[in-house]
């Protein structure tokens, strides 16, 4: 007769094992989660669906983030969409692709 192993009290077994392992399916589907996220509001400000956001999309999403972050027109004046270029299009093509928009997110300050 063949015997079951099973875990404790409808736990994860690899957590059984390695504990704090059943973390990683968490952090990883919080990961997934952040790249939808990101991925759809790329989609917003990327108006012409060219995959790309251009200089011309970008006063929309300075507008977004100085109304977000509860920023007055005085504060934050180097933020102009010739700076986010310079900061992130590092294939510089003078647009920002989505790996390019992530760094918004992601980037240590």
Known sequence: QATTTSS??????????????????AVQDEQN??????????????????GRI?????????SDLRATLGWDDEERKDLTPEAIINMFDT?????????EFRQLFFQDY
């Open 54 to 62: 251009e200089r011309k999309e970008l006063p929309a999403l300075i």
């Open 8 to 25: 404790k009290a409808g736990g994860d077994m690899v957590d059984d094992v390695i504990p704090g392992a059943g973390d990683f399916e």
């Open 33 to 50: 989660d952040a790249e939808a996220v990101i991925s759809t509001l790329f989609k917003q400000y990327d108006n012409d669906g060219s």
């Open 91 to 99: 294939d510089n093509d003078g647009t920002i692709g989505l790996s």
